[in-house]
Each structure stands twice: as structure tokens, then as C-alpha cells.
Nanobody
């Protein structure tokens, strides 16, 4: 059974940084793409970033985070990371990592079969 466990969320002031981690188990981590999504209260879950599983990774970012967030993965540790810099109050949300056999659009939640429980990120002004 695939399990994803996020960590690293917290409270940070605007302009600050956080690094989220997502530890995966129960599948061959290196064979699957990994994604980060977020959901703010009253809003739909939205795509943040994704990384492919191929050698010479391919990266995908939402326009709102491009240049500020960096996704990376360590296949030896079965872990994916999201480095978040220059945080804004609009980045406040619960952040989820996800994985699955993405066959279509990388930014669609329905493409990901497995999800973590989420970690809260709160950015204060």
C-alpha cells in the first residue's frame, strides 16, 4: 500500500522560507512522478509543482510559484521536497504531496492516485 507522509509545514513571516518533505513507501518510488498541491480554506485544491521520474528530471510549476518554489526528489531516500522561498500570504494553505501513474495533465489532481494527509503552511504578514 502506497503511503505518503508530509512534514515541514509551519508558521512563517512573509518573505521567509520553508522546506516541505514527503516520504513515500509501498511502491517503487523512482518509477513514478511526484506532485505537490495545496488547498486554502474555501478554495479548490490547486497544482503547485511536479517532477517526473525519468533520468534528467522534468519539472512543472504553477505560474504563481515559478521562480520562488523548487521541487526536487531523492530516490535513494524515497523523498520529494518542496523548497519555498519568498513566501507570500497567498501561499497559506494545506500542502499535499501526491503520486500515481500520471497519464494526462500533470496539474490535474485526478491524475494522482495516492495522497498524503497534508501539512499546514501559514504565512503571516
Amino acid at each position: 500500500q502506497v503511503q505518503l507522509v508530509e512534514s515541514g509545514g509551519g508558521l512563517v513571516q512573509a518573505g521567509g522560507s520553508l522546506r516541505l518533505s514527503c516520504a513515500a513507501s509501498g511502491h517503487t518510488f523512482s518509477n513514478y512522478p511526484m506532485g505537490w498541491f495545496r488547498q486554502a480554506p474555501g478554495r479548490e485544491r490547486e497544482f503547485v509543482a511536479a517532477i517526473s521520474w525519468r533520468i534528467g528530471n522534468t519539472y512543472y510549476y504553477a505560474h504563481s510559484v515559478k521562480g520562488r518554489f523548487t521541487i526536487s526528489r531523492d530516490n535513494a531516500k524515497n523523498t520529494v521536497y518542496l523548497q519555498m522561498n519568498s513566501l507570500k500570504t497567498d501561499d497559506t494553505a494545506v500542502y499535499y504531496c501526491a503520486t500515481g501513474s500520471v497519464a494526462g495533465s500533470w496539474d490535474l489532481p485526478d491524475e494522482y492516485a495516492y495522497w498524503g494527509q497534508g501539512t499546514q503552511v501559514t504565512v503571516s504578514s
